[in-house]
């Protein structure tokens, strides 16, 4: 009797530990309307050390994928009333971290691109190898993780930090978070580069948002915008009578910012005298207002920033090299939006939920908008594409935004002479099918659009993106 209790405890023992192994390694969700398929692949999972369950028909897979249990599902195309594309969306809707597979046994891709893009991981044709599946399913697993890390790794940030402007799963942008965090409890002064719409104020921001100076005032000023005159004027003060229109004593930003923290936007914008004068005023901490002898103390950190190489700037004598030098402590660089393209989808997502909600309309984005956006150039960064965001929502009021409300008129990018992209083509045919239907309805937009099969609206929008005139018509 010792000895079978002793089997059985290293049974139950042996199981425990297997389960834990499996629960580990994954938990799956099987759905497939043909019971043998279904064994068989719960069957090479549970070989696999995976934990499995499994739903019988499109109903049950749906209920059962959307509850948030699983790390993967994998489903069927083809099944009685709710096939795996209504299963796929009710479980992306529902748990948009939970991967999705599909299985097929048609050999038609076409059915695995649409699954792709309603947000599938990726598909699997019949007949496969058990290796293919664990490999998919391996992949998929190990892809809900990282994303899954990603998400606890920004709302970490956004909570701890005060981030919640600054968006971007880019190993360059988690980059920049990593050092802000660190940087930002000194005193060190910061320069942040990169070019206009980048974000270059959001850093600026977050790093007196995280400093000791952070219940202190944060001051800002674009040097590009201000003349010479008035800028020494505004950053130091002045006394009454010091120039013609000085009717009173003023207090500068330097002293208004004390305590607190000093952004110069667009540092390589000021002129070299003026250099000289904020370099004095950095070093020693003391300002002296316009018209006056005396100079007063302040206490600031400064953060500056600029579009501009500073570098070049000094050699070209267009930038002090000892200002240069006194500035760039703690650098950051911010790269343009089309060297991380990883973060548009995140951006779009962000810009859609915050106009939205300005708005109060339910934005999203339509068929084929997201490979738009993700292909596009972006000249003006960060800021262009959330300008293209707002207009986009106001245009589509509520409806699915299409490829043009988001892409009215943006320029694409130059391509080498007699070169042609995919757009270009699709673009032309476009046009001639536009001008054809205009011209066979006599210039009426209705029956134009009518013999199209798309609502004036969209006619309309087409016209504008592709550039059609009223003579066009």
């Known amino acids: 009797m010792a000895t079978t ?22 938990k799956i969700l099987v759905v497939d309307d043909q019971r043998n398929m279904r064994t068989t692949l719960a069957m090479m999972l549970r070989g696999g ?89 391996t992949k998929a ?59 270059k104020e959001l850093i600026a921001r977050a790093v007196h948002a995280n400093s000791k100076r952070a219940d202190r005032p944060f001051v800002t000023v674009n040097c590009a915008a201000i003349t010479e005159t008035l800028l020494e004027s505004e950053l130091f003060g002045h006394t009454r009578g010091a120039f013609t229109g000085a009717v009173s004593a003023r207090k500068g930003l330097f002293e208004e910012a004390d305590g607190g923290t000093f952004f110069f936007d667009e540092i390589a ?30 206490d600031i950190r400064v953060v500056a920033a600029t579009n501009v190489d500073l570098g070049r700037a000094v050699e070209e004598r267009r930038f002090r090299q000892d200002l240069y030098y006194r500035l760039n402590v703690a650098r950051f660089h911010l790269p343009p939006l089309r060297e991380r393209r990883e973060d548009i989808p995140v951006l779009a997502d962000f810009f859609l939920e915050k106009y939205g909600r300005k708005m109060k309309v339910r934005a999203e984005l339509g068929e084929g908008v997201i490979d738009r956006l993700i292909t596009y150039e972006y000249p003006g960064n960060v800021r262009e594409l959330e300008n293209m965001v707002e207009q986009a929502v106001a245009l589509a009021a ?37 001008l054809d239907a205009l011209r066979a309805n006599d210039g009426s937009r209705e029956r134009a659009a009518e013999a199209l099969s798309i609502s004036p609206t969209t006619l309309w929008r087409k016209m504008t993106r592709l550039g059609i005139t009223y003579e066009d018509r």
């Open 49 to 137: 050390g995976f934990d499995v369950d499994e739903a019988g028909d499109g109903t049950e897979g749906r209920e059962l994928g959307t509850t948030g249990a699983y790390d993967v599902v994998i489903t069927d195309l083809r099944m009685g009333e709710h096939d795996g594309l209504d299963v796929l969306r009710a479980i992306k809707e529902a748990q948009p971290m939970t991967e999705v597979i599909v299985m097929t046994a048609y050999g038609t891709i076409e059915s695995a691109v649409e699954a792709m893009r309603f947000g599938a991981f990726d598909y699997i044709q019949k007949p496969f190898t058990e290796h293919e599946l664990i490999v998919k399913v």
């Open 141 to 199: 697993i190990e892809s809900r993780r990282l994303h899954g890390q990603m998400r606890l790794f920004a709302q970490e940030f956004k909570e701890r930090y005060h981030f919640e402007n600054i968006v971007g799963r880019s190993q360059a942008v988690q980059d920049v978070l990593t050092r802000v965090s660190k940087i930002a409890s000194t005193d060190a002064i910061v320069l942040i580069t990169g070019e206009s719409g980048t974000g």
């Open 5 to 26: 209790l002793a089997s059985k405890s290293a049974e139950t023992s042996s199981a425990s530990g297997r389960n834990a192994a499996a629960s580990a390694a994954g």
């Open 398 to 434: 509520g409806s699915p935004i299409t490829l043009d409300d988001i892409l009215p008129q943006a320029p694409r990018k130059q391509t080498h002479s007699g070169e042609r992209t995919l757009a270009d083509i699709v673009d032309d045919a476009e046009r001639v099918a536009v």
């Open 269 to 298: 914008e000021t002129t070299p005298s003026f250099q000289a004068k904020l370099l004095r005023a950095i070093q020693e901490g003391e300002v002296r207002r316009v018209g006056e002898n005396k100079s007063i103390t302040v």
